[in-house]
């Protein structure tokens, strides 16, 4: 376990589900106290239970929003797909008015996420690697809109946080997956076309290119619904051919295949 010196600010999670556990694991070794909200209480206290073997004694738990009055950092960790905008407006409405405001994004643009400007304002966005606590690297997403206050408050979050972090402008994708969805993708299509087997093509990129990672592998490790839905967004709003996901994936979603977590996606995984 990583435990720095923090500074004792505490961080609230909105949202306790694999990312959300993830932060506030992050926030925890920095010494963070947290508070996790979640509309469900068994996700909020599955959540607990797995911070538990780090320091369960500053996690709190809650199910309605008006806590977070209290909160000067809040985090919200929902899925993409989940209603955010509304999120954010319940954020926006019980957050204290200095409170550093940031959203979880795989490809989506912040900026679409609202229409009020004073959230445009105090609103930044987050791409957090998965998981956070191994992969402690973020996309720091910046609108145009947001106040120079609040990316600096975000910036000293992530280094209490032991982030490292560079800083991108707010566009479909930003630059991980706007690279990296084509690439994965193209290896998936290698498959659908008879070249080579799922191992030999992770083999490939890992004793050939160094990769600590084969293609295939890091999408069963994003998960391929998840891979689907960032492919879709960045198809419909780039235009790129490249990211439209292969219909292999599709097919294996389909039979329940949907990678590591599930063990089977497109290399099957022992118990």
């Known amino acids: 376990m990583i435990r720095v010196q923090g500074t004792r600010q505490p961080v609230a999670l909105v ?6 556990t993830g932060i506030a694991r992050l926030a925890l070794e920095a010494g963070m106290p947290v508070r996790l909200f979640d509309v469900s209480a068994a996700a909020a206290e599955a959540a607990r239970t797995a911070l538990t ?8 738990l809650a199910q309605d929003v008006t806590a977070l009055a209290a909160c000067p950092v809040v985090i919200d960790a929902t899925p993409e797909q989940a209603g955010k905008a509304q999120v954010l407006e319940a954020i926006a409405e019980h957050a204290p008015p200095g409170a550093l405001l940031g959203t979880l994004t795989l490809a989506t643009p912040v900026g679409s996420l609202t229409d ?9 966005g987050f791409h957090f690697m998965n998981p956070p606590h191994r992969l402690r690297f973020c996309e720091l997403v910046l609108t145009r809109t947001v106040a120079p206050a609040v990316v600096d408050r975000a910036r000293a979050l992530l280094a209490d946080l032991g982030v490292s972090a560079i800083e991108v402008k707010d566009s479909s994708g930003f630059v991980l997956n706007r690279a990296l969805i084509p690439f994965l993708f193209s290896a998936v299509r290698l498959v659908e076309e008879g070249i080579a ?16 990672m084969g293609p295939l592998r890091i999408l069963d490790l994003i998960g391929l619904d998840v891979a689907i839905r960032i492919g879709e967004h960045l198809a419909d709003t780039t235009g790129g051919a490249s ?29």
């Open 53 to 60: 073997a780090v320091d369960h004694h500053d996690v709190q």
């Open 116 to 124: 009020r400007d004073d959230l445009r304002r105090r609103l930044v």
């Open 15 to 20: 949202g306790a589900g694999t990312m959300g």
């Open 197 to 212: 087997t799922p191992e030999d093509i992770d083999r490939s990129f890992v004793e050939g290119c160094a990769h600590p």
């Open 243 to 271: 990211c439209r996901p292969p219909d292999l994936l599709y097919a294996l979603v389909a039979q329940g295949r949907r990678g590591r977590a599930t063990g089977a996606g497109l290399h099957h995984y022992g118990a």
